[in-house]
């Protein structure tokens, strides 16, 4: 059941496990994200940072524990409610999951022909959201023929085009350039300013270092306290002829 | 909202068909293809029953009464038979009658005649039945109930062919009627295969799909709706395929052949209309197969 919770944690975990086998992928894990917080979950591959944030939109079950999503309780949760969980949030992946065959458009118009908004708002909904990660000009394009960055834009787009209240991203410049990674999360920055929620899992010592935000360290499934980060110190390279 | 959604659906339904072209192309040729043996089935069965109905209407009952039975007894027995259950009418003819009629139909042989001392024929009643009693069960029930009248020497129920007939009809019938549900189980395979191989090359994008928030019926929406497409299609050029056919048959057969007793005619609309309605039920049903099992959570 939906609860407006105002003022408190819009994320809730109690004592999540989560297990594939017997391989422990979460362990114990309790954690409140507050309305409009920036979270980043840090931790090296394998961690169990990926699996956090699909517990949290439902691509895994969870194995014990609870989580409240803004009063839902999602192991208690039907079937066939998982879509609106999932409408819920803005889930930008490291591979980006674009459809192939569709234009920029028709991916990011998807989001809101699901929820069964009229043509006329989809139209001006998308183009507006375009222009704001500077990709209108690309409209009719499709995704094999975007670069990295540009294709991991249109991503941020269609998380946002919905005005999710949480942001789920989960690797976003894990593929991509210093430069193209540097809009992306200027872009995923804009959108906490605007008032979202923002979860990013990431391993980038770098985005941890900049970004102003919460941080969860997580390794072998555990939480615990981050390690500390070095500040970056440019090193010349010596080239030997 | 809802009709806006509906076109939304079968705008993308129409959307994936083009992109599939040759796949839906090839289903809706099969699917054409199995509606046409089954409507042909129907056209000849339809026909055939047809020719049988003007058979049977001629079926009547003559009992042929004996010798010494007298004029005055007549009307008695007349109205007994009339009693029974299934007679309509009931005619006497005399002998007399009975043999000029004879002489009438074998003027050329009238020589086998002239040396008749006297009239071999006996008198008959010429029962006729009421057509729903026109069923080969109920004729021999009713002619051996007036071969008990001890004044009737006999009974003869001409064209008993005709029940050997109906039951090698009814025989090809229920053949026929198997044929008809083997084409449409293998309609509804031929779409569930047709869905089944779209939804695996589209998979990934369903996954992306689910994960924005899309539900079940969403995803499966114009894949319904392209199977119901088929079926409609593949059945409406079927039974044009077949029309066509019946046209260039009846064209050039010879209509003295049928003008006799009954005209061949194309299948009845409501039969046509029933066609199309499986077939569209089959591109229903092989979609329903195909996708119940996938899209779980």
């Not at chain 1, 991991?152 to 787009?157: C, D, F, M, S, Y």
């Not at chain 1, 430069?179 to 010592?205: N, P, W, Y």
């Not at chain 2, 006297?118 to 010429?126: T, Y």
Request: glycine share 8%.
């Amino acid at each position: 059941m939906m609860q407006n919770t105002e003022g408190s944690a819009i994320i809730r975990m109690f004592h999540v496990h989560k297990r594939f086998g017997k391989k422990n992928a979460l362990t114990d894990i309790t954690l409140d994200v507050e309305r409009n917080d920036l979270l980043l979950v840090s931790g090296p591959s394998g961690a169990g940072k990926s699996t956090l944030l699909r517990l949290l939109y439902l691509g895994e079950a969870l194995s014990e524990g609870q989580i409240l999503i803004d009063g839902m309780n999602l192991s208690r949760i039907a079937d066939s409610r998982i879509p609106l969980v999932r409408r819920q949030f803005g889930i930008i992946f490291q591979d980006y999951k674009l459809i192939q065959t569709k234009t920029v458009y028709e991916n990011i118009a998807l989001v809101l022909e699901v929820k069964g908004e009229k043509t006329r708002f989809i139209q001006k909904k998308v183009t507006s959201v375009l222009r704001t990660v500077g990709m209108e000009e690309r409209i009719n394009s499709f995704p094999p023929s975007l670069s990295g960055g540009e294709q991991q834009r249109i991503a941020v787009a269609r998380a946002v085009v919905g005005d999710p209240k949480i942001i789920l991203a989960d690797e976003p410049t894990g593929s991509l350039d210093s430069e193209s990674a540097k809009i992306i999360m200027d872009l995923l920055l804009g959108v906490h300013a605007r008032g979202a929620t923002v979860i990013i899992a990431t391993h980038d010592k770098e985005i941890i270092r900049d970004t102003k935000g919460k941080v969860i360290y997580l390794k072998d499934g555990l939480m615990m306290e981050p390690p500390m980060i070095e500040p970056l110190i440019e090193k010349k390279k010596t080239i030997t002829l | 909202m809802k009709t806006e959604l509906l076109i939304f659906f079968i705008k993308r339904a129409f959307q994936d068909m083009n992109s599939n072209r040759f796949l839906h192309i090839v289903t809706i040729i099969t699917i054409s293809l199995s509606i046409l043996i089954v409507s042909a089935f129907g056209l000849f069965f339809t026909n055939i029953n047809d020719i049988m109905v003007s058979w049977k209407k001629g079926v009547k009952i003559m009992a042929y009464l004996n010798k010494d039975v007298e004029k005055i007894q007549l009307p008695e027995l007349k109205q007994k038979i009339l009693s029974l259950y299934g007679v309509s009418a009931v005619r006497f003819i005399p002998k007399e009658d009975a043999l000029e009629e004879l002489k009438r139909q074998m003027k050329r042989q009238m020589a086998l005649f002239e040396n008749l001392k006297e009239n071999p024929l006996p008198d008959v009643f010429e029962i006729q039945m009421i057509p729903s009693t026109q069923n080969w069960g109920k004729v021999e029930i009713l002619a051996a109930q007036v071969e008990m009248f001890p004044q009737v020497a006999g009974v003869e129920y001409g064209q008993r062919w005709l029940g050997r007939v109906t039951g090698i009809f009814n025989l090809f019938k229920f053949a026929g009627t198997a044929m008809c549900l083997v084409f449409f189980m293998a309609s509804v395979f031929i779409v569930a295969n047709t869905i089944r191989l779209l939804f695996f090359s589209r998979r990934e994008e369903f996954e992306i799909m689910r994960l924005v928030g899309a539900t079940d019926g969403f995803i499966k929406a114009p894949f319904y709706i392209e199977g119901i497409f088929q079926g409609i299609l593949g059945g409406v050029i079927g039974i044009l395929i077949l029309f066509v056919i019946y046209v260039i048959i009846t064209s050039n057969v010879d209509p003295g052949i049928s003008s006799g007793f009954f005209v061949m005619r194309f299948l009845p609309i409501s039969i046509s209309m029933g066609i199309v309605f499986s077939s569209m039920f089959a591109g229903w049903l092989g979609c329903y197969l195909s996708l119940k099992q996938f899209l779980k959570y």
